[in-house]
Nanobody, 127 residues
Framework: QVQLVESGGGLVQTGGSLRLSCVAS????????MGWFRQAPGKEREFVAA????????RYAGSVKGRFTISRDNAKNTMYLQMNSLKPEDTAIYSC????????????????????WGQGTQVTVSS
């Protein structure tokens, strides 16, 4: 069983930056594909970014590509999401997710493909 805890959310102005962290415990994080998802009020949870177990493969939603960067440090059992040029439409609860890595496959985009979830951290971007 893997436990995930996010941190780093907060209130920022348009154009600002935040760095989210997700610490994993209870498993060997390097064996897991990990991802970030977000959910805005009244909307469904949507994919933001994902990273393979070794960090070589990354995937991004079109809405954040070029502004957000996903990374991981397996020695620290931690995944990060660097968010730059933030916009009001980025306001949401951001959650990290993990699932056992499947060799030869890119990190999945669907929330249904992740078994483990954190509680989430609020990101609010003011205009």
């Amino acid at each position: 069983q893997v436990q995930l805890v996010e941190s780093g959310g907060g209130l920022v102005q348009t154009g600002g930056s935040l760095r989210l962290s997700c610490v994993a415990s209870g498993g060997t994080s390097s064996s897991y594909t990990m991802g970030w998802f977000r959910q805005a009020p009244g909307k469904e949870r949507e994919f933001v970014a994902a990273i393979s177990w070794g960090g070589r493969s990354t995937r991004y939603a079109g809405s954040v590509k070029g502004r957000f960067t996903i990374s991981r440090d397996n020695a620290k059992n931690t995944m990060y999401l660097q968010m730059n040029s933030l916009k009001p439409e980025d306001t949401a609860i951001y959650s990290c997710a993990a699932d056992r890595a499947k060799l030869g496959y890119d990190p999945p985009l669907s929330r249904h493909d992740y078994a483990y979830w954190g509680q989430g951290t609020q990101v609010t971007v003011s205009s």
